[in-house]
């Protein structure tokens, strides 16, 4: 029977390529799932039948646009701008932005598949969608940030709105992103409105969003480790990144009585034996959200070892949360977190682990939480946010963190339900796929063929 699944899932893929040639990060999304899907769609024919998966993979609309700015020197500068609405079956477009010198279509686009399911799973009404540029934030002042977020809002408020699409923050947009973002769009439409999320607490945005996706991989990783009747106490904990994600997983995972030894960037890994408790994480805020600086120089302050150039994937921990980037765990590194004794990997990051790694986690039954489950508690509370501004109303702290808590817990419950093995042990890549899968093909069969 594998043999027949691998064929159709070749045949799926090859027309994938051959219509999207060089988007390899979109290829590797998609074929992650179709992996999973289509043995389940070969049991329900009427997703075959209406070739629900030929529409998943092509986005409703791409908006690719120009966007002009004046750098502090008087420099005219041009970057790309892009805007992918994949799918709105179940809600409104919804996803981040993401601002980096890497960012290009193939990258927006797994980005954009993954969103549609991953929405799906937190339970809330919210299609997928997913944007960016080029741009790279680093180095640049705050005038030259929002001269290039008012250019890029001005196109981008064209095809948005808080019933369309609703954009928030991803790698390289942060508060004040966002704010630069809101105001512009305000000043084109002249309506002050949830077109947005991720926004200040003064002005629309929603208490607990800022920790809301390293909070949700610290749950998911608990609840994963509920399954074995263990938990998060007393482990050791490796997460990569040292952004929005990183700082607020480290943050959780010190509250439910783990030890973070481990940040990064782009650069190196620091490894504080010690532990990264509350009063270092505050100066690891202070030094990347307001100096801007590098993890580097936690290592100085707190005399711990950095690490130029690697990542943190041969420390020794019991815990890995991948909270940085795309394919950031290789297979040897995922071997080595094997031989070292990691048994969960809660991604807080998209895609960060590559197939290979994959192959190696569900071959050593760890506990792995792919991204789409493990870190849609960012897009939940998004949601969250999205209804506050429509009653006008927000919610307490205690109130959206219990909120946060139960919609992380039904993913998991969704996980299990489509994924449990015949040995009793979880896979929850196919549990993620099959259960955000579900509620979006049903709907696109009752809206017909659009
Ligand atoms: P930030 O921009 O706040 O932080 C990104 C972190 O990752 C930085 O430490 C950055 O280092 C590092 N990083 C970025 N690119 C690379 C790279 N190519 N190689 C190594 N390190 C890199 O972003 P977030 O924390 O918001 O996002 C992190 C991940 O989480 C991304 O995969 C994102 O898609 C995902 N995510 C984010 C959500 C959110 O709500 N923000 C929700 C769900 C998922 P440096 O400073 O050197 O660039
Ligand atoms: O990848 C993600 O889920 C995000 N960057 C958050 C998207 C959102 O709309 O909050």
Redesign the pocket.
């Known amino acids: 029977m594998a043999n027949v699944f691998d064929q159709l899932v070749n045949d799926f893929m090859a027309k994938v390529i051959a219509k999207n040639p060089s988007e390899v990060e979109f290829h590797q999304a998609v074929h992650e799932v179709v992996e999973t899907l289509i043995p389940y769609i070969e049991e329900n024919p009427q997703y075959k039948e209406a070739k629900i998966l030929e529409r998943l993979v092509e986005p409703e609309r791409v908006i690719l646009f120009r966007v002009p700015w004046l750098d502090d020197k008087g420099e005219v500068q041009i970057n790309k701008g892009y805007r992918i609405e994949m799918n709105s079956a179940i809600g409104p477009y919804k996803g ?1 932005l ?1 601002f ?1 010198p ?1 960012v290009n279509l193939g990258i927006l686009k797994f ?1 954009a598949f993954e969103q549609v399911l991953k929405n799906s799973l937190t339970t809330l009404p919210m299609g997928g969608g997913k944007g960016g540029s080029d741009f790279d934030p ?1 180095g640049k002042s705050d005038n030259e940030v929002m001269k290039f977020c008012q250019s890029f809002m001005t196109e981008l408020s064209k095809h948005i709105g808080p019933n369309t699409d609703v954009p ?7 508060g004040r992103e966002i704010g630069f973002l809101f105001g512009q769009y305000k000043r084109i439409r002249n309506e002050f409105t949830g077109v947005l999320t ?1 926004k200040g607490l003064g002005w629309g945005g929603s208490l607990i ?1 800022p920790e ?3 909070y949700g991989a610290t749950y998911f990783a608990e609840e994963m480790l509920k399954t074995r009747g263990d938990s998060l106490k007393g482990k050791t904990v490796a997460i ?8 607020y997983a480290c943050e959780k995972v010190t509250q439910m009585g783990g030890k973070v030894v481990t ?5 190196g890994f620091i490894y504080d034996p010690n532990g990264i408790d509350a009063e270092k994480l505050q100066y690891v805020m202070w030094l ?1 959200n307001v100096k801007r600086g ?2 580097s120089e936690y290592a100085k302050k707190f005399d711990c070892e950095y690490h130029e150039g690697l ?1 943190p994937w041969g420390v020794k921990c019991d815990v890995a949360m991948p ?4 394919n ?1 765990v290789n297979e040897d590194e995922a071997k080595t977190l094997v031989a070292n004794g990691c048994f969960v990997v809660s991604e ?5 682990s590559t197939p290979e790694a994959i192959a190696v986690y569900q071959e050593a039954r760890m506990l792995y939480g792919p ?1 789409k489950a493990a ?5 939940a509370v ?1 949601g969250l946010e999205m209804s506050q501004n429509s009653l006008r109303l927000s919610w307490t702290r205690e109130e959206v963190d219990a909120r946060l808590l139960q919609i992380m817990k039904d993913i998991h419950a969704n996980c299990v339900k489509y994924g449990k093995r015949e040995d009793g042990t979880i896979d929850y890549v196919t549990g993620a796929n099959i259960g955000g899968f579900v509620k979006v093909a049903d709907s696109m069969l009752a809206q017909g063929l659009v």
Not at 240 to 247: M, P
Request: charged share 15%; net charge positive.
């Open positions: 981040g993401r980096h890497t980005l680093k928030a923050g991803d790698i390289g947009v942060g991720g969003r809301a996706t390293g990569s990144g040292s952004g929005n994600v990183a700082q940040l990064s960037d782009s650069s990347k590098r993890i990542r909270n940085a980037t795309q950031e807080g990051a998209n895609m960060p991204g870190n849609a508690g960012g897009v998004s």
